[in-house]
């Protein structure tokens, strides 16, 4: 295969083993297809979630070169990846501007965490003066809004737990087991629980909007950068804790 249609990619190889090997590169296959030019990937949790990070030229209908940062969808390979160019059908239901204020780096917080942490707290914003709001609070019994965000039942029991009468919890951690919570407890206290994945697509542009006020808050997570071909490096940096996000620089 000719030199200009392959690239190198970080592949899921198995549990506790990342490989960067040559791929081949995508090309269109649809008249509504683009080849998106990776800018920026991160390796974190959410090894095959997909984000936008900055659309250099876009076309509505006709496939179109663009610079963005991102994760490859699962559809896009058999195997989880970061490609430096992957294929995207119907872009215009998938792709987004990103604000010119908002560096490359900060906006690869969109790819999982920021879009999932708006969701979860967004149903609770219900009181214009939240500081009022709190101090009404104070002499209950009780937290009055309680995010869970781990995913386990303890997590959540502990939730139900520590809620006040009457009180809210958003939970958006993945549940990976039966979970099975008190039902007088849940009754006596009149407890209002929200829970399930994230709708990326239905928030991301409010998501992104609120991203755009606290960079500055959140900067502290995208410091950290690695070589693509050292991703594997960059998986245990993130699941021994050693950094909030890392980002791959392409080398080629």
Same mark, same amino acid.
């Given at each position: 295969?000719?030199?200009?249609?392959?690239?190198?990619?970080?592949?899921?190889?198995?549990?506790?083993?990342?490989?960067?090997?040559?791929?081949?590169?995508?090309?269109?296959? =649809? =008249? $509504?297809?683009?080849?998106?030019?990776?800018?920026?990937?991160?390796?974190?949790?959410?090894?095959?979630?997909?984000?936008? %990070?900055?659309?250099?030229?876009?076309?509505?209908?006709?496939?179109?070169?663009?610079?963005?940062?991102?994760?490859?969808?699962?559809?896009?390979?058999?195997k989880p990846n970061m490609f430096p160019y992957v294929r995207v059908p119907q872009p215009d239901s998938l792709l987004i501007h990103a604000p010119p204020s908002n560096p490359p780096n900060l906006l690869v917080l969109m790819t999982d965490i920021f879009a999932t942490g708006y969701f979860?707290?967004?149903?609770?914003?219900?009181?214009?003066?939240?500081?009022?709001?709190?101090?009404?609070?104070?002499?209950?019994? &009780?937290?009055? %809004?309680? #995010?869970?965000?781990?995913?386990? #039942?303890?997590?959540?029991?502990?939730?139900?737990?520590?809620?006040?009468?009457? &009180?809210?919890?958003?939970?958006? &951690?993945?549940?990976?087991?039966?979970?099975?919570?008190?039902?007088?407890?849940?009754?006596?206290?009149?407890?209002? %629980?929200?829970?399930?994945?994230?709708?990326?697509?239905?928030?991301?542009?409010? @998501?992104?909007?609120?991203?755009?006020?606290?960079?500055?808050?959140?900067?502290?997570?995208?410091?950290?950068?690695?070589?693509?071909?050292? @991703?594997?490096?960059?998986?245990?940096?993130? $699941?021994?804790?050693?950094?909030?996000?890392?980002?791959?620089?392409?080398?080629?």
């Open positions: 295969m000719p030199k200009g249609q392959i690239m190198r990619a970080a592949v899921f190889q198995g549990v506790g083993k990342i490989g960067v090997e040559d791929r081949p590169r995508p090309q269109i296959q =649809d =008249d $509504n297809d683009v080849i998106l030019k990776v800018r920026l990937p991160s390796r974190h949790c959410e090894v095959t979630a997909a984000i936008v %990070i900055d659309v250099k030229t876009a076309a509505a209908r006709k496939a179109s070169c663009l610079e963005i940062a991102q994760e490859p969808h699962k559809s896009m390979a058999d979860c707290a967004k149903p609770l914003l219900l009181n214009e003066d939240p500081g009022a709001a709190i101090k009404a609070a104070t002499d209950r019994c &009780g937290a009055d %809004i309680l #995010l869970e965000v781990v995913g386990t #039942l303890d997590a959540m029991r502990l939730c139900v737990d520590i809620v006040r009468p009457f &009180g809210s919890i958003s939970s958006v &951690g993945v549940q990976t087991e039966t979970v099975a919570l008190e039902g007088p407890v849940l009754y006596g206290k009149n407890v209002t %629980i929200a829970w399930g994945h994230c709708p990326v697509r239905g928030i991301f542009e409010e @998501a992104l909007a609120t991203l755009d006020k606290v960079q500055d808050k959140v900067s502290f997570l995208c410091d950290r950068s690695i070589k693509l071909e050292e @991703a594997e490096e960059a998986c245990w940096l993130f $699941n021994d804790r050693k950094a909030h996000k890392v980002l791959l620089v392409r080398t080629q």
